[in-house]
């Protein structure tokens, strides 16, 4: 504001002009947040409103407490502006904004306390059934991961979200046993309640074996060992080679119950490691037949004859690698024959020796009956 002064005396007068200053405009600063209560890690909005002659210029904001602003001062558009705050701790913080004035209006601050609360945290308890006591064995939850040879496994503390986990999938407790885990992996999800618990139940395994004996004497299935679960059924199978047949299984331990011993495509339960072996044999492609040799001699004294034979064994085997369609398969056959008496040619001394040997016992008998009578 521009004022004329006219300054008179006896001889003069002098015209003057003076500028005048108006005074500057008181302001207020009102800050508000959103929301009013924050937990540690999230944010709230600080908004800042100067009321006064259409105040332009700056606002600055200040903490007194463990935090950050997306950005420490804004410009005032239309009165107003905004910042947003992240506490990284709990309690209670106080939040300032200062505003600087500009050439019609005052400075001027305000300032709000903030309550930050503690992050919320999750319990999540692994717990497992079915390793023997004593065992070790592993979780992994996000970043985290702990060992313990008891029945449960607990990670405390934890942020709301989601975790992916796993456990040991197989646990051995030598090269024929082991524990395998029903499910090793998965994701917990995390977000209120307070209290997460996952179940993994493991189940005992066997190593089963499968051999061939004599090792060229077929092929069996399955060929490679094979972990079967605790009380499990497979099928097995025993496939002979060229000139051989199955004979049966052999189980080294009763620890498996096999359905059929004699067939070769079966049902075996497994209750613990065990190998079972295929038996098989040569099979003769050509009947044979044995007889023994037979001897007869002729005594050289009239008064007796003597033959000697022996057993006649006739063994006859026949394959069984082609047998036709709807017949049985050909077995193998041993049978023995009674002895045979060989058929004797008469000679001419025997027809001159026995007459006499009748005449000579003749004899005998009436000169024994005359002896008698005289006594």
Sequence with gaps: ???????????????????????????????????????????????????GSSPTGLVYFYTSGNGSFSATVCVLTASVCSVTYTPK????????????????????????????APKPTYTVV???????????????????????????????????????????????????VRYAANTSSGDVYINCSSSITVQVVYTPEFLLVLAASPPDGGVVSPAQPIWVAYGASIIIDASPATGSEFIGWMPSTQLVVVANLSSKATLVKVFGPATLTAL??????????TTSSMTTSTPSTPTKNTISTTTTTATISTSNTSVSAGKPPSTSISQTTPPIMPQL??????????????????????????????A
């Design 89 to 116: 701790s709990p309690g209670l913080q106080m939040i300032t904004a200062y505003y600087s004035g500009d050439a019609k209006n005052k400075p001027s601050h305000a300032e709000f306390e903030l309550t930050v």
């Design 126 to 176: 692994f717990i497992e059934s079915g390793l023997p006591s004593g065992v070790n064995w592993t979780v992994e939850l996000g970043e985290l991961r702990e060992t313990h040879n008891t029945t449960a496994i607990t990670f405390k503390g934890l942020s709301a979200g989601v975790y992916h986990w796993n456990v040991s999938p197989y646990i051995y407790e030598g090269p024929d």
């Design 345 to 374: 040619t008469p000679q001419l001394g025997e027809y001159i020796i026995t007459p006499l040997l009748i005449i000579l016992l003749i004899s005998i008998g009436i000169f024994a009956w005359r002896k008698s009578r005289k």
């Design 1 to 51: 504001m521009v004022a004329n002064t006219v300054l008179t005396g006896p001889q003069t007068s002098v015209q003057a002009s003076v500028l005048l200053t108006p005074p500057l405009q008181q302001t207020v600063t009102y800050l508000t947040r959103e929301p009013n209560t924050v937990v540690v890690g999230s944010s709230t909005k600080c908004i800042a409103e100067v009321v």
């Design 280 to 289: 098989f044999q040569q099979v003769n492609t050509q009947s044979s037949i």
